[in-house]
């Protein structure tokens, strides 16, 4: 979810020349991408219109469950739309990455300048995911595993690997991917004789569905990941000794993600070619559905789950394809179909992510209770007032249509904010 490329463009031949020896070509604005993380940004700040909660009055209509499945995360494995969120933010940030520092090496920014924005980048990044992980914390909530700090935690990483060839990039995502599998498969799954007790301990329901076999390593909060939270997250000063994460979620998730933008570093790569757009398309549905493909065998072979909020190499892998057939989708219609206007409400949230995301993490509250108080409840939930089923549905609508606004303003002020 990093800040959109710059259009930018091209220094004299003299200072290019100086900088690089080589021509280097200025990074061109790609709207799809713009509209693809705008999209993606209305959706988290949309909180799935508490679609998942109003699934719940309507057990036997097949098509509210399926909302209701698809706007909500996973328990453990697989997942639907919902969790496709994050993978999308991760792979959007590889893919930037491609346009941003081309531009600023268009610009004859040396490597040590860049490498220096890149550390500052992952520093900002995990210190704003830690500040906005403490709102509403008596103190500062020193855990990793939002976002923005999963990002900055692998952001200089994945600069080391900008404009190298794409076997390279290509090489580095499988080493880490199988050093990931490798790491959680030596770690010892849990001894038979662990209690219910011990489980509610790590945050483990007593009806927890356990993975079993090979898939045991996996497990909720009984991994290696976890284990390690366990005595990093407690190097930091808390009210009481951090024992688990309640949603599973881990500090090590940043390292297969890593490669999820690696992959998407490699995407960027092969969108800034010189192939044809038909090429371009090629590419990224066929690489997208050879990796749906690769992370279903994974999982069913049993040589490892596919569990998002762990981030094992299966799910980066399967993650990926979705995501590259979401830019796929997004590239066709904007930029080779050219509705790029019909793109435009997407595009002004796209291009102030950083804005939505902050919006979205510290205001929805205090714009709904704003619109409440100034509208009335009537007039906000439009069903009946607050006990009405459709009542989140309402309001969270129109706490996202004020943050669109506000997107729009900052965009006609041309207005980015970038870290």
């Keep these: 979810m990093s800040a959109s490329a710059s259009a930018t463009k091209p220094p004299s031949a003299t200072k290019t020349a100086a900088a ?70 991760m792979f959007m940030v590889g893919v930037s990455m491609a346009y941003s520092y081309a531009g600023r090496q268009a610009r004859g920014q040396s490597y040590s300048r860049m490498l220096g924005h890149a550390i500052y980048r992952s520093v900002v990044l995990v210190l704003l995911g830690v500040f906005l992980d403490s709102n509403g914390n008596d103190r500062t909530d020193w855990v990793f595993p939002n976002v923005l700090c999963q990002i900055g935690l692998g952001y200089t990483f994945l600069f080391l690997l900008w404009n190298r060839p794409p076997a390279v990039q290509l090489l580095a995502a499988v080493l880490i991917l199988v050093a990931d599998w490798g790491l959680f498969y030596a770690y010892p799954t849990p001894a038979a004789e662990l ?4 489980y509610a301990e790590l945050g483990v329901p007593a009806n927890w569905p356990h993975l079993e076999g090979r898939a045991a390593h996996w497990d909720k909060n009984t991994n290696v990941a976890a284990a390690a939270d366990r005595v990093f997250l407690n190097w930091f ?28 570093l490699m995407a960027g790569g092969l969108m800034r070619s010189s192939l044809r757009p038909v090429g371009k398309l ?25 569990v998002k909020r762990i981030w094992t190499p299966s799910w980066a892998i399967y993650s990926t394809g979705w995501t590259l057939l979401m830019l796929a989708a997004f590239y066709l219609v904007v930029d080779v179909a050219g509705f790029r206007r019909a793109a435009w409400p997407l595009v002004v949230v796209g291009m102030n992510s950083i804005a939505m995301y902050c919006m979205a993490r510290l205001l929805g509250g205090w714009i ?11 007039v906000l939930t439009l069903y009946g007032g607050v006990d009405s089923i459709y009542e989140p549905v309402v309001r969270l609508s129109l706490v996202l249509f004020v943050m ?10 041309r207005i980015f904010f970038k870290i």
């Design 237 to 264: 000063p808390r009210e009481k000794p951090f024992k688990a994460n309640e949603g599973g979620y881990t500090t090590l998730n940043f390292v297969p993600s890593l490669a999820t933008m690696i992959f998407g």
């Design 404 to 413: 669109w606004l506000v997107c729009v303003w900052l965009y006609r002020q």
């Design 195 to 198: 209690t219910a007790k011990n």
């Design 282 to 306: 090629a590419w990224l549905i066929g690489a997208g559905l050879i990796a749906l493909g690769v992370g279903y065998l994974l999982d069913i072979y049993d040589i490892c789950p596919v």
């Design 20 to 89: 690089t020896k080589t021509a280097v070509k200025p990074a061109e604005r790609l709207t799809s991408l713009d509209a693809y993380r705008g999209f993606i940004m209305l959706a988290m700040a949309s909180g799935g219109l508490a679609l998942a909660k109003v699934a719940k009055s309507f057990p036997d209509n097949r098509t509210w469950q399926i909302l209701g499945e698809q706007f909500d995360h996973a328990e453990w494995k697989w997942g639907g739309f919902w969790d496709m969120i994050q993978p999308s933010f």
């Design 368 to 378: 709904s209770r704003t619109l409440q108080r100034h509208l009335g409840e009537d």
